[in-house]
């Protein structure tokens, strides 16, 4: 699955003994692209490397999702593997197909 492409637990919730739970919707591609710039940037503001400049910290955070490695790689599979046990326990949702 690419960087852009995300299934979320962020999603509609469901209402269940009058609490809201969070159910795993299907991401749509501009909210995914959206999660994904925002992660880089949030990335590359979060390293703290003496002597460089803003724009090699992107330059670095961007090539390293691109090698599907890095900050915005690892907040991918963490929200992935939040909503991988809620997915399964819902028979109605379809899991997005994933590229071969």
């Known amino acids: 699955m690419e960087l852009g492409q ?10 269940t003994s009058s609490r809201r739970k969070a159910k795993p919707v299907p991401v749509p591609a501009s909210r ?26 992107l330059c ?14 690892k907040k991918k599979t963490d929200l992935h593997s939040l909503s991988a046990p809620k997915r399964a326990t819902r028979g109605n949702f379809q899991s997005p197909t994933r590229p071969s």
């Open 6 to 15: 995300s299934t979320s637990a962020q999603g509609q919730g469901a209402r």
């Open 32 to 57: 995914a692209t959206k999660l994904a710039i925002q992660w880089i940037i949030e990335g590359a503001s979060t390293k703290k490397s003496q002597g460089h400049s803003m724009a090699l910290r």
């Open 60 to 73: 670095s955070e961007i090539l390293n999702a691109y090698q599907k490695k890095g900050y915005a790689m």
